[in-house]
């Protein structure tokens, strides 16, 4: 299952590791919290996701994510 967690808890830790328009990869996005908090503050992201069930999810809350990657 995917596990939600506050936004702000990862916002701090993209301010601290990434540039503004650098990339963050997120191994197992779950529910997209990771993508949708970079891209609010301008940085790239790389989605990679088991559960096909929960590409809708996380193209909904990360409008602009060009690719999301599902692992079979």
């Keep these: ?17 990434c540039p503004e328009g650098g990339t963050v990869l997120d191994p197992f996005a779950g529910s997209g919290t990771t993508g949708k908090v970079a891209q609010d503050l301008g940085r790239n992201t790389i989605l990679i996701e088991l559960i096909p069930e929960y590409l809708t999810i996380i193209k909904k809350r990360c409008k602009n994510v060009k690719n999301i990657i599902y692992v079979r």
Aim: hydrophobic content about 40%; proline content about 6%.
């Design 1 to 17: 299952h995917f596990a939600t967690f506050p936004e702000e808890l990862v916002k701090k830790c993209i301010e601290a590791g």
